[in-house]
C-alpha cells in the first residue's frame, strides 16, 4: 500500500476529528425529547449547526502532539465547542450584537426566542463543566482543564473580552489596547483549546506549554484581526453571516480604527510567529496546519 | 462563663456564616478596578447586595453537620451564591421576568444595562467553577462538587426549570408537573447547597446523604411554594421587589392554579418533611432553624 502524502494525511485527521465532534457533542447532549424540551432544542440548534470547530480542532490536534488517543479528546472537545457556542448565542442577542443570522441560519433568539436563547446559552455552560467533571481523564487532569476552561472563558477572558468592547464602543483606542482586548475576546479560548488538548493528553512539560502558549497567542489574535478584516470587506456568502456588522454596532476594531495594511502585516506576522512556535516537534503538522488554515481564510480577501 | 442556649447558639452561627459568606464573596470576586471595569462593577453590585443567603447558609449548616471547619465551606458557599446571583440577573432581563427592582435595588440591567447584566450572569458561572477548582478541597472533593453544581444548575436543573416554566406559561398543568418543575427551579439549587457543603466537609455516607437528598427535597420545593404565594399574597416591602409579578407575565404558579389553602398545607408538610429527615441527628441544629426560618417567612402572610 502507498503511503499518504503527508499533507494529505493530516488533512484526512482534520477531516476525521471534525466528524469526531459532531458525534460527540451530539451524543453527550440531552436528547431533543428531554424535558424541558424547547431549552433542549435550542441547545441543541445552537451546537449542531455545522460551524467551523477550530477550537474542537484544536483539542485534537494539541492532543495529537502528545500522543493522546482521539477517544481522550472527544469530551474536552465537545466541552470547548459547547463554550464557543454559548458564546455565540450570548453574542447574537439584541442587546449585544443583535445578529439575526449565524452560520447562514436563524440565530438561535430568532429561531426560539430571547428567553430560551439566554437560557440555552446557559444551560451549554453548565454542560460543558459537567462534562469534563466526569470524563475518563485523571483528577488532576479534569481539574487543569476545568480551571482553565473556566480562568479563560471568564470576566478576564473570554466573556472579559467581549464587556471590555462594550467599554469602548465608539472610542479610539491604542493598537496595543486593541490587541489585549482581542488577546481576551479570542485569543484566551483559543488558549484554552490548545491546553485542554495537552492537558487532556497528560500533563505537558515546560517546553512543551511554552511553546503551545506561544502558539496559542498568535493563532488567537491573529485570528480575531483576521475576522475584523472579514467583516469589513468580506461577503455574507462566505461568512455564513452579514457583513459590516461591526460598523452597524458602532464596534472599534483593527478594521474601522487602522489602516488595513497595517492590521494585515501585524495579523501575518502574529500567524507566522504561531506556526514558528512549533519548529522542531513532531506530530504539529495539524497543529500547523489549521493556523495556516485561519491564516488562508483571513488573507482571501486580499 | 455561662454556656449560651441552645438556639441563641445557633442563630449566633448563622449570623456569623451570613457575615463570612460576604466576606468570602468580596474577597473572591476580582477587584472592582480590575479591566473590563463596568463588568466587574456589575458582577459586585449584583452579588454584593444583601441578599438573605440561604444557599450560602445552608452550604455552612451542612458541612458543620459533618464537623468541617468554616474555612473549608467559603469557597463552596461564594460558588453558590455566585450561581444563585448569576440566576437573578438573567431571570430578571426584559426577555425573562422584566423586573425592575431586586434587593430593593435597580436589578442588574437597570443599574447597568442588558449586554452588561448579560455578561455578569456568565462571568458569574465561570467564577463559580473556578473557585471550586483551585479550592484547598481534595482532588476527588473538588470534582464531586464541580459536577453537583453544574448538573443541578444546568438543563435538567435550575436553568431547566426556568425554560420549563417558559413551556408552560399560561397553560393548565397538574399539581404534580407544577412540583415537578418547583423541583427544577428551586430545588436543584438548595440540593446542591446541601450536598457541597457535605462534599466540602468530606465525602459523606450514605445514610447521610439520603438524609440530606430528602432535607432538600422537601424544602427546595416548599421554597418554591412559598415563594409563589409570597408574591402572590405579599407587599413590596417585605419582598425588596415587585408583588404579583407572577401574574404580570402570566406565569403558572401554585398561586394562580390552585387554591391557596392547599398549597399552604402542602407546602407546610414539605417543609416538616424536610425538617423530619435530620431527626436524630447531632450538629443538625442550624439546617433545622434554616428550614424553620423559610417556613415562618413563607408563612407570614396568612
Known amino acids: ?57 484544536l483539542v485534537y490536534a494539541s492532543g495529537y502532539l502528545l500522543g493522546a488517543p482521539d477517544e ?18 450570548h453574542d447574537d442577542l439584541p442587546a449585544l450584537d443583535n445578529d439575526d443570522i449565524r452560520r447562514g ?22 454542560f460543558a463543566f459537567e462534562q469534563i467533571s466526569t470524563s475518563s481523564h485523571s483528577e488532576a ?27 469602548i464602543s465608539g472610542k479610539k483606542v491604542s493598537w496595543k489596547e486593541l490587541e489585549n482586548l482581542h488577546w481576551l475576546k479570542c485569543g484566551k479560548l483559543i488558549h484554552a483549546s490548545v491546553l485542554l488538548g495537552a492537558y487532556g493528553a497528560k500533563v505537558p512539560n515546560a517546553d512543551i506549554l511554552a511553546r503551545l502558549e506561544k ?14 478584516i472579514l467583516d469589513g470587506m468580506g461577503e455574507f456568502e462566505f461568512l455564513g453571516k452579514s457583513p459590516r456588522s ?27 510567529s504561531s506556526i514558528n512556535a512549533l519548529d522542531g516537534l513532531q506530530r504539529a503538522e495539524p497543529l500547523r496546519q489549521i493556523a495556516n488554515q485561519v491564516k488562508e481564510r483571513s488573507l482571501s480577501v486580499f
Chains 1, 2 share one sequence.
Open 72 to 89: 481522550l479528546l472527544d469530551t474536552p472537545a465537545a466541552a470547548i465547542e459547547a463554550i464557543q457556542c454559548f458564546s455565540l448565542i
Open 215 to 228: 502558539y496559542a497567542y498568535g493563532l488567537g489574535i491573529g485570528y480575531q484581526i483576521g475576522n475584523d
Open 1 to 57: 500500500m502507498m503511503s499518504i502524502p503527508r499533507d494529505n494525511e493530516t488533512t484526512f485527521l482534520l477531516s476525521g476529528w471534525k466528524n469526531r465532534i459532531e458525534i460527540a457533542i451530539e451524543q453527550r447532549l440531552p436528547p431533543a425529547n428531554t424535558k424541558p424540551v424547547r431549552l433542549h432544542q435550542a441547545m441543541r440548534y445552537a451546537t449542531l449547526n455545522g460551524g467551523k470547530r477550530v477550537r474542537g480542532l
Open 141 to 167: 487532569q479534569r481539574l487543569a482543564m476545568i480551571k482553565i476552561l473556566a480562568e479563560d472563558s471568564g470576566s478576564v477572558g473570554m466573556i472579559g473580552g467581549g464587556a471590555w468592547e462594550l467599554d
Open 246 to 272: 461591526d460598523q452597524q454596532v458602532g464596534r472599534t476594531t483593527f478594521f474601522t480604527e487602522f489602516e488595513v495594511e497595517k492590521a494585515k502585516n501585524r495579523m501575518v506576522e502574529l500567524f507566522d
Open 105 to 126: 441560519k436563524p440565530s438561535c433568539h430568532k429561531a426560539f426566542d430571547e428567553a430560551t436563547a439566554i437560557l440555552a446559552g446557559d444551560a451549554l455552560q453548565m
